[in-house]
């Protein structure tokens, strides 16, 4: 029996054919090299066939028909030895020094839930950005975040399925990744783990996420509010959260439901986005809220085109 790794390394895999190659040669330049790499694939081009090429004993390959992302992802915890998970996306891709982070922020962080280190943006116009971050001590800072839920509601999330490592444990705990969700599905179990657990983060830039690759789900319109705001609402509603904790929770609770009221908006819903926007609480967030409102009482049909664009460029810098 081989021995244990001290990191699994977990890839859903569904029509990404033209990426995986990108993705686990990523994984296999890793300075860290005690691993082993789960693929669970599902799709109907040549993926599979891409894995098979890989003569490495540490890949292995899962072949399910349409399980989803999400049930894709548990899956591959379920096959991994290791009790630290690493996620990676197929059409992502992991910088040399990701995994070595990861190991380190454990070691230093045992008590954590979750570990990150930042990440870049591959644009459609093959343009690498860095996510603006507020809340967070300067580079090369890492260590415990002071408020994960501070840095979620004020600027780009700080944790990407790509860039993050979860104990395994700990991932069980929170049931895993949701089934049945097309989106959100990630965000909803970083907000779980980090209602209960420590959320460390590394300015080390370990992952690259391409945002221009083909079938993003994320790239899609989606008309449902997200399902961290119930969880959220019905733990302060139960007291289970600390003072400390609780003004940065309702702003990120507002975050999210302002970004649910301009998805409304923006397929035509004016009616549920002003009852959405009535209904939220924020301190930090009062114009983009009223601007919003603005917005929802708007004839959206009787518009020129150039206006909608020009709101809604106005409406995503909020």
């Known amino acids: 029996m081989p021995d244990i790794p001290a990191i699994s390394v977990v890839i859903p895999l569904y029509n ?11 994984v296999l330049a890793q300075t ?7 693929v669970v694939d599902g799709s109907t081009d040549d993926g599979a066939e891409v894995v098979k090429g890989f003569d490495d004993s540490r890949i292995r390959l899962i072949q399910e028909e349409g399980v989803g992302v999400s049930a894709a992802r548990n899956q591959g915890v379920a096959a991994a030895r290791a009790e630290l998970i690493a996620f990676l996306d197929a059409d992502d891709e992991w910088m040399p020094r990701h995994l070595e982070t990861l190991m380190r922020l454990r070691e230093n962080y045992p008590e954590a839930g979750l570990y990150a280190t930042a990440y ?6 093959s343009e ?6 507020t809340s967070i001590p300067p580079a090369p800072w890492e260590g415990v975040l002071p408020s994960y839920f501070l840095v979620a509601a004020m600027s780009s999330t700080p944790i990407l399925t790509s860039s993050v490592g979860i104990p395994k444990d700990i991932f069980r705990e929170s049931s895993g990744f949701r089934i049945g969700l097309n989106m959100f ?5 970083w907000g ?8 460390v983060f590394s300015w080390q830039r370990g992952a690259i996420y391409h945002l221009g690759s083909d079938n993003r789900l994320s790239n899609r319109i989606v008309d449902f509010e997200h399902p961290f705001v119930k969880i959220a609402e019905d733990t302060i509603r139960k007291r289970q959260i600390s003072a400390a904790k609780l003004e940065d929770l309702k702003e990120y609770i507002a975050r999210l439901k302002l970004d649910f009221a301009r998805r409304s908006i923006a397929l035509g819903k004016n ?11 924020t301190k930090r967030y009062r114009w983009r809220k009223l601007g919003y409102l603005f917005a929802s009482a708007l004839p959206i ?11 809604w460029k106005l409406m995503k810098g909020g």
């Open 16 to 26: 990404k054919g033209p990426y995986i190659a990108r993705a686990l040669n990523s």
């Open 32 to 38: 860290f090299q005690d691993f082993e790499v789960i």
């Open 120 to 125: 870049s943006i591959f644009t459609t116009r």
């Open 128 to 133: 690498l950005k860095s996510p603006r971050f």
């Open 185 to 189: 599905e990630d965000s909803l179990l």
């Open 192 to 199: 779980q783990i980090a209602l209960k657990h420590p959320v």
């Open 271 to 281: 009616e549920l986005a002003r009852s959405i926007l009535l209904n939220i609480e």
């Open 301 to 311: 049909s009787a518009l020129p085109e150039t206006t909608l664009l020009n709101l």
